[in-house]
């Protein structure tokens, strides 16, 4: 039998896989058999003009299900795939709280629902919560009240569960940890966990914070889902992190120590087909004799905002000296902020929800928006302590100057970009710093 060349080995089996982005625009991939969810993500972060803060994700999403979840950086696209259902699709997004819990592992895992294992009945030191999640010699364990739902009913039952590196388990007999009294639910490795993406009166669930475990050779079926519900926000996410935890280890920890190793060359992807959302508007510089295309997004960015402070400036100048003015600072304050990331136009609150729910609760994650009530107003909605609050932003006008505040005119400002950038510094009245915008991109 013939040996392959080395020319050949080059041309491996591909997969076309489609990613849709946020506004429904989607863009075709082919992918090699053994790439990455975060070679995928560079990639479209590439092509797509995108800063790459390493906070991309590739979403698995089931819209029949109503589950989704998003895939862990070292997991295989082509593997994925083959388990979803025709229905079923990847989303290109934004998830802040990927690796949140390595930064701040006490937010999401409160001292009451960590414990050892039972050979020990001492909590976990903090200095060590996240190693012993990690070296597998050791056994955390995750306890507390969940409601599971009954299969193929609506009811629900509220039980002691115990998650553990073998499996969640719940107690036949009140909180009791006993060994006979302990009933596997599911195991991890054959498992993923996913958020509920829809709403509570279709589950007729007891709480919103709904969260599902979905064994991975299930396509379709709902019988075996096991629907789960937490009592809060906190818990929830405890849950659904000490479960990725749990099954990936010290996956995990590679993937956020090293996000910047990329396994596949941008150059050696083959040429994906184009979608029309991508023939879109690209940065240039003309500070030179000829103008070039300014391919680094940081500088691409920089360039944008010292663009619009020299608009700004210019159209000061020239009402200062009485020259009529292409764009007034009046009208340029109240358009300028539509040319960022985290502006959203009009949206509605719920809309607004939804989008900080999906790129992670994190502190310090905002978007600002059209306010519905007051047309000439905007609303800043915030994410702090995994809770979502709204802020609204009023203009206030002075001796025919107009800015805009949100703490009734003690702090004003002349547009909406030096608000964000001085709340990114300042906390002021908020109750944390702007820190994570909010952002949709289109492939």
């Known amino acids: 039998m013939p040996s392959c060349s080395p020319d050949c080995c080059l041309f491996q089996a591909v997969e076309i896989i489609k990613v849709y982005s946020e506004d429904g625009a989607g863009k075709v991939v082919e992918v090699p058999a053994d790439m990455r969810a975060r070679d995928v993500c560079q990639f479209l972060v590439y092509k797509s003009h995108c800063l790459d803060d390493n906070s991309w994700s590739l979403v698995e999403h089931h819209p029949l299900l109503g589950l989704e979840r998003c895939l862990e950086d070292h997991e295989l696209v082509v593997q994925v795939q083959a388990s979803m259902t025709s229905d079923s699709k990847f989303l290109f997004r934004k998830n802040y709280d990927k690796y949140e819990f390595f930064r701040n592992p006490l937010n999401f895992f409160p001292e009451q629902m960590v414990a050892w294992c039972q050979e020990s009945n001492g909590s976990i030191p903090h200095s060590q919560l996240?190693?012993?999640?990690?070296?597998?010699?050791?056994?955390?364990?995750?306890?507390?009240?969940?409601y599971l739902k009954a299969s193929g009913r609506k009811s629900w039952k509220r039980l002691s569960m115990f998650l553990r590196r073998s499996g969640l388990y719940y107690s036949t007999k009140g909180s009791s940890k006993e060994p006979r009294h302990l009933q596997l639910l599911s195991d991890l490795e054959d498992s993923s966990v996913f958020t509920v993406t829809t709403g509570r009166k279709l589950h007729n669930a007891p709480?919103?914070?709904?969260?599902?475990?979905?064994?991975s050779k299930v396509r379709s079926?709902?019988?075996?889902?096991?629907?789960?519900?937490?009592?809060?926000e906190q818990s929830r996410t405890c849950w659904m992190t000490a479960f990725r935890l749990l099954k990936y280890g010290i996956l995990?920890?590679?993937?956020?120590?090293?996000?910047?190793?990329?396994?596949?060359?941008?150059?050696?992807?083959?040429?994906?087909?184009?979608?029309?959302?991508?023939?879109?508007?690209?940065?240039?510089?003309?500070?030179?004799?000829?103008?070039?295309?300014?391919?680094?997004?940081?500088e691409a960015v920089s360039a944008a905002v010292e663009e619009g402070q020299k608009w700004r400036k210019r159209g000061q100048r020239m009402k200062a000296l009485g020259s009529p003015s292409p764009l007034q600072p009046s009208s340029l304050s109240s358009v300028i902020h539509r040319t960022q990331l985290w502006f959203h136009g009009r949206i509605r609150r719920e809309e607004s929800h939804k989008m900080i729910m999906q790129q992670g609760q994190v502190d310090g994650l905002f978007l600002l928006r059209d306010c519905q009530s007051n047309p000439k107003a905007f609303v800043l909605t915030l994410c702090h302590h995994q809770k979502i609050r709204h802020f609204q932003i009023l203009p206030c006008e002075e001796e025919g100057q107009m800015s805009f505040s949100l703490d009734d005119g003690s702090t004003k400002f002349t547009d909406l970009i030096h608000l964000v950038e001085f709340y990114q510094l300042n906390r002021g009245v908020l109750p944390c710093k702007l820190k994570h915008p909010c952002t949709a991109v289109a492939l």
Request: aromatic residues 10%.
């Open 221 to 232: 079926e709902c019988k075996e889902l096991r629907m789960l519900c937490a009592e809060d």
């Open 252 to 298: 995990l920890d590679q993937n956020y120590k090293s996000p910047q190793q990329r396994k596949f060359p941008v150059s050696h992807f083959t040429t994906p087909v184009r979608s029309v959302s991508e023939n879109s508007l690209v940065a240039m510089d003309f500070s030179g004799r000829t103008g070039r295309v300014i391919e680094n997004p940081l």
């Open 207 to 215: 709480t919103d914070y709904k969260f599902c475990i979905k064994p």
């Open 130 to 146: 996240l190693q012993n999640f990690l070296n597998s010699s050791s056994c955390p364990e995750v306890q507390g009240f969940l």
